[in-house]
């Protein structure tokens, strides 16, 4: 009888645990045909509520009903532990794969602290209040308090650096070059412009230029929603990058088919701008029309819902971009829509650039936001994303983030921390490399796969 009773006990839990393992990865990896509804789905974008879904955030509040490795706990009885990051090696640039220029990340140089900006920036950004005053009744405000405390699930290895500290511009170049990524997309604001969380980094490009030269990168610019953007101020900025960063070697420029070589930008919220206003802008018929001028380029809009599909043909866009990592939180940005939007982008000669991410995480600025978690499930949902990209045949793969901390899509190197009050996420039981490994491995099955395949749009400077 004892027998009997161990042996159903083993089987009941080996049971229990199938079950959680199987309701956990169907919450975290949430099928693409998940909606998009009340309360949190597209109300988080500006569209409906003035809200830049990738502004930073802040306070360390935890909840506690997170999942599986990603559970954060409050008020541990612990003292902090935080890796240090070991002094990592010169790369010998010659032993690495070569650079994958169709492989783009997303990089934020809006961080700070003390040492190299006189404060915290970003770090200690503030919780987001839901909009409805109801829900937000239920959490807590304020903002986080650096350097233990910061905007984010994770702990970067680097600890709450600055973005103007040229060594840790070196090491984020170095660690791209190690993942084999050829192109970083820089958040862009225009000079003495920023977030609303952050100070203007303009200054910082003639850096990041030089520092990704030294490592055979190169730099597009990914154009922030600056206030009242619209095709007269736009006209402006895209003359002063070209202006002042267009004969840098890092400079990027994207090869046509009929062999011109073009700045690329990427254009975030492009769908707040009505699309007669890009139309003046993007068409050759345009009031301030910049095709077939010195200042052309190739203009990449965000597609977020399908309908903006025609509004971005109507703008005289050159391709669409997802950005979001999460799987389900748009029409864009679910995996199971990307090969009728590369059928679209085919038939109207427009670049179809997919953006895939390791996970998300942004309750450490937006508490109320836990429906748009995705686990990382060590790894897996970065390499299911890549796969559905790499099916489609697509011109270009954009990764959200190299490092955008605050959503916790970042491929950055993170490590292990533990304060009194809270436990980061990190990469164990892998090492804080994990997601540049993952990223070197699928950029060169990209290269690979990618010779096989004939394409109909434009091929980028090798």
């Known amino acids: 009888m004892a027998k009997f009773r161990r042996r159903t006990c083993i089987i009941l839990a080996l049971f229990i645990l199938f079950v959680f393992s199987l309701m956990m990865g169907l919450k975290m990896l949430r099928p693409s045909t998940a909606t998009f509804g009340a309360p949190f789905g597209l109300d988080l974008l500006p569209e409906l509520h ?17 999942i599986n490795s990603e559970t954060n706990t409050k008020n541990l009885k612990s003292v902090e532990i935080t890796m240090k990051p070991s002094k990592a090696p010169e790369l010998n640039l010659e032993e690495l794969p070569p650079l994958n220029n169709y492989l783009h990340v997303f990089y934020y140089s ?57 060594s840790v ?3 984020h170049m170095r660690q791209m070059r190690s993942a084999s990524i050829g192109v970083l997309a820089l958040s862009w604001y225009p000079p003495d412009v920023n977030d609303e969380n952050g100070e203007p980094t303009d200054n910082l490009v003639p850096t990041i230029l030089d520092k990704a030269h030294k490592y055979n990168l190169k730099v597009t610019f990914h154009i922030e929603p600056y206030s009242n953007r619209d095709d007269q101020n736009m006209y402006q900025n895209v003359k002063y990058i070209i202006d002042k960063y267009g004969n840098h070697p890092a400079f990027y420029r994207y090869k046509t088919k009929t062999g011109n070589a073009l700045p690329m930008f990427y254009v975030y919220d492009s769908y707040i701008t009505k699309p007669e206003k ?14 077939n001028s010195p200042y052309d380029g190739l203009f990449i809009a965000l597609l977020v819902e399908e309908k903006h599909k025609y509004d971005i043909l109507q703008s005289g866009f050159d391709g669409i971009y997802t950005y979001f990592a999460t799987n389900g939180f748009t029409y864009g940005s679910s995996h199971q829509n990307w090969a009728s ?4 982008c085919d038939k109207y000669n ?8 390791p996970g998300y995480i942004d309750t450490s600025i937006r508490p109320w936001n836990t429906q ?14 890549l796969s559905a990209a790499l099916q489609t045949h697509p011109s270009l793969i954009s990764i959200t983030s190299f490092n955008e901390w605050h959503e916790g899509t970042q491929i950055e190197k993170a490590v292990p921390k533990r304060t009194s009050n809270t436990v980061y996420l990190d990469y164990r039981p892998h090492k804080p490399g994990l997601y ?19 394409l109909d749009h434009q091929l980028p400077v090798s």
């Not at 005053?133 to 970067?156: C, E, L, M, T």
């Not at 939007?341 to 679209?344: G, S, V």
């Not at 990382?376 to 949902?381: A, E, H, L, Q």
């Not at 540049?436 to 004939?454: I, N, P």
């Open 278 to 291: 890009w139309a003046n802008l993007l068409t050759t018929s345009g009031s301030r029309s910049i095709r």
């Open 436 to 454: 540049l490994e993952l990223t070197r491995k699928w950029s060169e099955k990209y290269s690979k796969e990618r010779t096989t395949y004939t």
């Open 350 to 357: 427009l670049i179809f650039i997919p953006s895939v991410g």
């Open 372 to 385: 748009n978690t995705r686990n990382r499930i060590n790894g897996k949902y970065y390499e299911i994303a």
């Open 50 to 66: 003035q809200r830049t879904i990738h502004l930073g955030k802040s306070f360390d509040f935890r909840k506690s009903d997170r």
């Open 110 to 166: 809006w961080y700070g602290n003390p040492q190299f900006d006189g404060k915290y920036i970003h770090w200690n950004h503030p919780v987001l209040e839901h909009w409805d005053p109801r829900i937000a009744k239920n959490y807590p405000q304020g903002r986080h308090n650096p350097p233990d405390d910061i905007g984010s699930s994770f702990y970067p290895e680097l600890g709450s650096y600055s973005s103007r500290d040229p």
């Open 169 to 171: 511009i070196e090491t």
């Open 341 to 344: 939007l590369k059928l679209f």
